[in-house]
């Protein structure tokens, strides 16, 4: 029972029924969510060959709005950050104007917001941004990456100059100003899944000599200096951030996760963010008890479902119950939203999930595999 016991908590009462904590509501900053369902980010390739968000962008996350919390996809804070045709971009007016369409569609079906804002890094081609890729040091991924005219090989990215590090802070920073203009309640700090800040943080992709590069002090600075600014721009109760350690997407490897991730979670718990995102959590692992130690804020845990390959029948429910025991606050899941545009009402209710089809279409603009996923009435 609450200290107050005239006026029982959201928790209380619910703790009386059987209800899962799933669906109870929850606080993010200054937000109040209905439940503690984060639709996560994913790239969808929607918006137009500028980056402008289409309005069938609207449409699809406005089908999602049921879910407590709607983190939308990787989005570029600048032109050369750029990672695959078709992403969304949010450093120009036109982009501000398209993102407005999206959050005031979702608003308007109730709704709430966070932009994901993700510089790709080594992860780009010119023929995609216009731009020759910039990261930590000249290391490229490996084999091909698509661009508006196929696959290509990957170019090797220029090593940045400390002054272009310097500004793509800065890009971070006015990106999030844009994105509360556009309407969203926040920004989620991509440092996760193989794309800039993640390649700062490993010393396969990070072979620098300078303040950035070398000892895992050197190594966290950007990903904190970029939620530094985001933060001072528009709140810490407004920035988000998303780490993935140990996670091999984009080529990636990390040999010494326990050493960086605490490292940047000392450094990022106090600037107080309103909240952190881990990829791929499990409550078995020693790791993720560590990170929950560290952080004394919001945890959203993203469940490590089978990747690739057929979600559980129950969507993940199962696997986010055992986070939200192990200490998680809120849980996102990725496919089960794509497929499920009422996934709140499906997994209270127990009823069936539409499992994920035509999943080459992940990628590929249209309706088909994007809008057309049935609800239950
Ligand atoms: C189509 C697709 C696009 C994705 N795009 C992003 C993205 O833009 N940013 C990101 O951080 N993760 C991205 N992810 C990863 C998801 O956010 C999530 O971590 C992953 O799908 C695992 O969750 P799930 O098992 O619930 O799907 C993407 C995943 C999918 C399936």
Same mark, same amino acid.
């Given at each position: 029972m609450s200290t107050n016991t005239l006026v029982p908590t959201a928790t209380d009462t619910e703790t009386a029924g059987q209800e899962s904590p799933l669906f109870r509501p929850a606080r993010l900053g200054a937000l109040r969510l209905a439940n503690r369902l984060v639709m996560a980010p994913m790239t969808r390739n929607r918006a137009s060959a500028t980056g402008v968000p289409e309005p069938i962008m609207a449409t699809y996350y406005a089908q999602r709005a049921s879910a407590g919390?709607?983190?939308?996809? #990787?989005?570029?804070? !600048?032109?050369?950050?750029?990672?695959?045709?078709?992403i969304p971009a949010i450093h120009d007016e036109s982009h501000v104007?398209?993102?407005?369409? *999206?959050?005031?569609?979702?608003? #308007?079906?109730? &709704?709430?917001?966070?932009?994901?804002?993700?510089?790709? &890094?080594?992860v780009g081609h010119p023929e995609t941004s216009g731009h020759h890729p910039l990261a930590p040091s000249p290391v490229p991924l490996p084999g091909t990456i698509v661009t508006p005219s196929g696959h290509r090989e990957n170019v090797v990215p220029r090593e940045m100059t400390e002054q272009e590090i310097h500004a793509t802070v800065a890009d971070f920073a006015a990106a999030a100003r844009r994105a509360v203009?556009?309407?969203?309640?926040?920004?989620?700090?991509?440092?996760? !899944?193989?794309? @800039?800040?993640?390649?700062?943080?490993s010393r396969?992709? !990070?072979?620098?000599?300078? &303040?950035y590069g070398g000892s895992v002090a050197n190594r966290v600075r950007l990903t904190v200096e970029v939620v530094r600014a985001v933060a001072e721009a528009i709140g810490a109760e407004r920035v988000g951030v998303r780490?993935?350690?140990?996670?091999?997407? !984009?080529?990636?490897?990390?040999?010494? *996760?326990?050493?960086? $991730? =605490?490292a940047l979670l000392?450094?990022?718990? &106090? /600037?107080? =963010?309103? $909240?952190?995102?881990? *990829?791929?959590?499990?409550?078995?692992? =020693? @790791?993720f008890r560590t990170l929950r130690q560290a952080w004394s804020g919001t945890l959203i845990a993203n469940p490590a479902l089978p990747w690739p390959g057929p979600l559980p029948a129950d969507g993940g429910r199962a696997a986010a119950e055992r986070l939200l025991a192990a200490?998680?606050?809120?849980?996102?899941?990725?496919?089960?939203? /794509?497929?499920?545009?009422?996934?709140?009402?499906?997994?209270?209710?127990? #009823?069936p999930l539409n499992p994920v089809r035509e999943a080459h279409l992940m990628y590929v603009g249209g309706e088909t595999g994007y809008t057309d996923y049935p609800t239950l009435d």
């Open positions: 919390l709607i983190i939308a996809e #990787a989005t570029t804070p !600048n032109a050369v950050g750029a990672t695959y045709p078709h104007a398209g993102w407005r369409r *999206v959050t005031d569609a979702v608003r #308007a079906a109730g &709704g709430q917001m966070f932009l994901q804002l993700q510089h790709g &890094g080594r203009d556009a309407g969203f309640a926040g920004v989620e700090v991509h440092a996760a !899944n193989g794309y @800039l800040l993640h390649q700062f943080l396969h992709t !990070n072979h620098r000599t300078d &303040g780490i993935a350690p140990g996670v091999t997407a !984009n080529a990636m490897t990390e040999d010494d *996760v326990d050493e960086v $991730y =605490p000392r450094e990022l718990d &106090g /600037l107080r =963010p309103a $909240y952190l995102h881990v *990829v791929f959590a499990d409550p078995d692992q =020693p @790791l200490g998680a606050d809120l849980i996102s899941l990725g496919r089960s939203f /794509l497929a499920n545009p009422d996934l709140v009402t499906r997994l209270r209710t127990g #009823a």
